[in-house]
């Protein structure tokens, strides 16, 4: 699997750590900076390039995720979620890190460096990696709505009282 990686100063230290267990683990990892951690970098420079660089591997039938990481996973998500086509989703356990997979067929995992340790954050990006999307009408119905109004901007429709 490919994997996009971007971070912020405060997510640096773990990126590197998960580019390296990425190509331990047979994936191929794709670091989209920075390449140091500099107190003042902006995250939005590298998480934005990681999440369109799943974006663009989705538009040439490349199969890849991604991960984005700072200090709490916020900013990296909020981020990631303004690239077009991408659903990323913040991970605080290796249950929602897997339902982002199976239920939102999230692309892209955020987590907060300063909020997890590091073998924790490996186990949420390892059970991000391995769950696939169920799947199942209910969750397709939902990414269909969010598709939609990312397209047109018109919200769905209200439901008959």
Known sequence: MRVHL????????????LVEWLVANGHEAVDHGPGRPMADDDYPVYCLRAAAGVAA?????????GVVIGGSGNGEQISANKVRG?????????????LA???NDAQVLAIGARLHSPDDALGFVATFLATPFSGDPRHARRIAMLGSFEDTGDLPPLPAD
């Open 6 to 17: 971007g971070s912020d100063h405060a997510g640096w230290e773990l990126k590197t750590r």
């Open 57 to 65: 591997d989705a538009d040439a039938g490349i199969e890849a995720l």
């Open 86 to 98: 991408i659903r990323a989703a913040l991970a605080w356990s290796t249950e929602t890190a897997r």
């Open 101 to 103: 997979r199976e239920h």
